[in-house]
């Protein structure tokens, strides 16, 4: 392993991620703003490898160090030219309370780093596609090789995404044979995060056992490991999302910016996430018309939640795909051809309730993690029935994501019940936790918790001033 090319990378990855954030201007703390500049900076790694291949630059160790300092260099620049810097607040100290919560992240995440480290690609859709095509660039210096001399019909795993691909490129060429590592700075920034978000919003005793409840998801936590392109889109879908509703509620047009920019990296992940982002334009016409914000303006804004994904669309399909892979792509035979018959839909939603949601195999999939917010709402929705906003738009959020994924099923029948769906529901499951981050029933345990917490720290002041007066009436007494 070369522990030297793995620093660069670390590096170069916050450094990207850093630039691009500044241009941004959002207001993160410490933490927020470590944690993304290296979420955002996984896709973007993918840049320089498809720049080398589509300038006919062999793609070898030094070229692929020279593009990536490069690309580092451009990214710094928004560094230098918002001289004011951010003053961050410093991240709380965990409490003696957390420490147990730690440790059980930790383990999961220390085993999911050695497993990327240890294990070698060996999911089936990598192995005849993405993985196979990043091996014989490694051998041959170009991604349009000799492996696409085989008979590779029976797939079509290489008309996918290159975001794999290139990832795998840069890590086998710079640190190790395997590559995958970059799937563990991914994992390990968006754990860390996803942390913080949950602190914000209650107490840190109940957000440590949120965390090792989503931590703990079997299938999920299998992907942290197993190089798809699933859990990668989970990550910026709900990223976006996030943001989308920080938006609708600070009214910050940097919050919009940046999140129509993260569902342009989901689109370009998955491109299928195209669907999802649209079926949120009603979400912010609905927020922006009760804020009477002018009707061109709220154009303009459901325009660009389009636009900019269809743009990432385009490049992801339309230019990189199609020069990277020299094998002509016809989708078309792969959409339903009976588009005005709705049964094949509903029978995918309700498959998806009673045999991946709610289902003996459900449980392997997914834990006890569905069945605990089932519960955790119906409390919410029969005793309290009192949300705030943000849980307002995480229930919508997972309402779009059970619906879309159905829709594609419908849409494409390629997209099976036991793969592509089980796989596509890994994005409602960080939009899940954060509506029980707003749960009412979950808020108002975590508001005794802090009340009884704060009720053994507080000073009896009373005391000391009722004692005052007494010194005083001495003292004249004295006098007297």
């Known amino acids: ?78 560094l230098f ?114 942390y913080t978000l949950l602190r914000e919003r209650i107490h840190p005793l109940l957000a440590g056992l949120l965390l090792v409840l989503f931590i703990t998801v079997p299938e999920l936590f299998a992907y942290s490991f197993v190089i798809l392109y699933d859990y990668s889109n989970m990550v910026f879908f709900f990223s976006g999302f996030l943001f989308l509703a920080r938006y609708l509620q600070t009214d910050r047009i940097s919050d919009f910016a940046f999140s129509v920019f993260l569902f342009g990296l989901a689109t370009f992940i998955r491109t299928e996430s195209l669907i999802l982002i649209t079926m949120m334009a009603p979400l912010l016409i609905f927020n922006l018309y009760k804020k009477k914000v002018p009707a061109m303006t709220i154009a303009l804004r459901v325009a660009l939640l389009g636009i900019v994904p269809a743009i990432f669309y385009y490049i992801c399909i339309k230019v990189l795909v199609a020069h990277f892979v020299p094998i002509p792509m016809d989708v078309a035979h792969e959409i339903n051809q009976n588009l005005g018959d709705f049964s094949p839909l509903f029978k995918r939603l309700g498959d998806m309730l009673s045999l991946l949601i709610f289902s003996y195999a459900g449980t392997q999939f997914y834990g006890w993690y569905m069945f605990i917010f089932t519960a955790i709402f119906f409390i919410d929705l029969i005793f309290i029935r009192k949300y705030n906003k943000e849980a307002v738009f995480a229930l919508y959020g997972i309402a779009v994501v059970y619906f879309g994924i159905g829709f594609i099923g419908y849409l494409l029948p390629l997209a099976d019940l036991s793969n592509t769906t089980k796989r596509g529901l890994f994005k409602v499951i960080p939009i899940i936790i954060l509506y029980m981050a707003n749960s009412p029933v979950l808020l108002k345990l975590s508001n005794g918790i802090k ?12 005391t000391r001033a009722a004692a005052a007066p007494k010194v005083r009436v001495q003292q004249k007494q004295g006098k007297k």
């Not at 941004?24 to 291949?53: N, Y």
């Not at 480290?117 to 090789?145: F, K, Q, W």
């Open 451 to 462: 009340k009884w917490e704060n009720s053994g720290t507080e000073e009896k002041t009373p």
């Open 81 to 194: 030219l918002f001289i004011k810097r951010p003053v961050f607040k410093m991240p709380p100290l965990p409490k003696l309370y957390e420490l147990p919560a730690f440790a059980l992240v930790i383990f999961f995440l220390t085993l999911s780093v050695w497993r990327c480290y240890y294990m070698p690609a060996y999911a089936r859709d990598m192995l005849s596609g993405p993985e196979l095509i990043a091996e014989y660039t490694v051998r041959e210096h170009t991604m349009v090789n000799s492996v696409f001399n085989v008979d590779l019909h029976t797939s079509n795993n290489y008309f996918k995404s290159p975001y794999i691909t290139c990832l795998q490129i840069a890590y086998k060429l710079l640190v190790f044979p395997f590559g995958q590592l970059w799937l563990s700075i991914l994992s390990v920034s968006f754990i860390t995060w996803l």
């Open 1 to 78: 392993m070369n522990f030297t090319g793995l620093l660069f990378l670390i590096i170069t990855h916050f450094i990207i991620g850093r630039g691009l954030l500044q241009l941004f201007r959002l207001q993160l703390d410490l933490l927020s703003t470590v944690c993304l500049s290296f979420i955002i900076s996984v896709p973007l790694m993918v840049l320089p490898v498809c720049v080398l291949q589509l300038m006919k630059i062999p793609i070898t160790e030094p070229s692929v160090y020279k593009a990536i300092s490069i690309f580092a260099g451009v990214c710094c620049v928004p």
